[in-house]
């Protein structure tokens, strides 16, 4: 007899949730600060729901959509610094 076996924790996304890559702000949350995918156990997504935000991460990652390693990370949507000093002609 199978026993059935109750998940460690409760899932925050439904089975139909869809990871667009086009969403870079959603899929942040999904990404580490050193640019690295966050594990399942700690995002809480089941394997299915991992498999995909991986590959929409990956396709975002290369459309240039979120950045790629710890060093983009460090220099990736922040503004420029500007000179305090006017331009001059």
């Known amino acids: 007899m199978k026993k059935s076996s109750k998940s460690k ?17 959603a899929l942040y949350r999904f990404v580490s ?5 966050t594990p399942a156990r700690i995002s809480k997504l089941s394997i299915a729901q991992q498999k995909l935000v991986a590959a929409a991460v990956k396709k975002a990652r290369s459309l240039a959509l979120l950045p790629n390693g710890m060093d983009a990370f460090d220099n990736f949507h922040r503004p420029e610094a500007i000179s305090p000093a006017p331009f001059e002609a």
Not at 9 to 19: L, T
């Open 33 to 37: 600060d050193g640019g690295k995918i």
């Open 9 to 25: 924790y409760r899932q925050e996304f439904n089975g139909d949730q869809v990871f667009d890559y086009k969403d870079p702000v």
